[in-house]
T-cell receptor, first 115, second 113 residues
Framework: GENVEQHPSTLSVQEGDSAVIKCTYS??????FPWYKQELGKGPQLIID?????GEKKDQRIAVTLNKTAKHFSLHITETQPEDSAVYFC??????????????FGKGTKLSVKP | EPEVTQTPSHQVTQMGQEVILRCVPI?????FYWYRQILGQKVEFLVS????????KSEIFDDQFSVERPDGSNFTLKIRSTKLEDSAMYFC???????????FGPGTRLTVT
């Protein structure tokens, strides 16, 4: 089955700097890659996603890139702010017969943005 | 903005007891999911539900678990005989299109003592 690896597990940056989180996946048939932000005590919040027919997607300070050949995708946050501090999860959805799109998550990256 | 809601926010139960966790998905969504997150670990898929039946389930979702959509709005997860290792956050999610843009609820923290 699908396996998603995520690095780094923790990331500390200064306010205003950029942050990059990387994920790799194992199943070449996976076709959808969302990123979730989870604040303490809350549910995962979808912040951006990318489908396999696109190489890059941007939404204000957040961007995601996908390299299907290498089977990896990355989250880029520019001009980080203290409120970006949270745990970020990448995920992939397998695309085999019968799959209803359940998400396979990475282990998460705890991002700390220091003022 | 529409959102997924879950009740209760926290449930404490004794080992061997039955619990029902409740979710109200986003109203026009067709695909429903349960996930769980043991403290400090990653989110794990439990089950997906579409067209009033289970579509897919993980190894975690054994005979002690069941799901139901008793009416047009609620989606429930039942654990028949809870174990200590069932202690976790349980998240409900829904999407309007198979697998894409899954929106998660705030979760129910289940504590089994």
């Amino acid at each position: 089955g699908e396996n998603v690896e995520q690095h780094p597990s923790t990331l500390s940056v200064q306010e205003g700097d950029s942050a990059v989180i990387k994920c790799t996946y194992s199943d070449s048939a996976s076709n959808y890659f969302p990123w979730y932000k989870q604040e303490l005590g809350k549910g995962p919040q979808l912040i951006i996603d990318i489908r396999s027919n696109v190489g890059e997607k941007k939404d204000q300070r957040i961007a995601v890139t996908l390299n299907k050949t290498a089977k990896h995708f990355s989250l880029h946050i520019t001009e980080t702010q203290p409120e970006d501090s949270a745990v970020y999860f990448c995920a992939a959805t397998p695309n085999y017969g019968g799959s209803q799109g359940n998400l396979i998550f990475g282990k998460g990256t705890k991002l700390s943005v220091k003022p | 903005e529409p959102e997924v809601t879950q009740t209760p926010s926290h449930q404490v139960t004794q080992m061997g007891q039955e619990v029902i966790l409740r979710c109200v998905p986003i109203s026009n969504h067709l695909y429903f999911y349960w996930y769980r997150q043991i403290l400090g670990q990653k989110v794990e898929f439990l089950v997906s539900f579409y067209n009033n039946e289970i579509s897919e389930k993980s190894e975690i979702f054994d005979d002690q678990f069941s799901v139901e959509r008793p009416d047009g709005s609620n989606f429930t997860l039942k654990i028949r005989s809870t174990k200590l290792e069932d202690s976790a956050m349980y998240f409900c999610a829904s999407s309007g299109e198979r697998g894409y843009e899954q929106y998660f609820g705030p979760g129910t923290r289940l504590t089994v003592t």
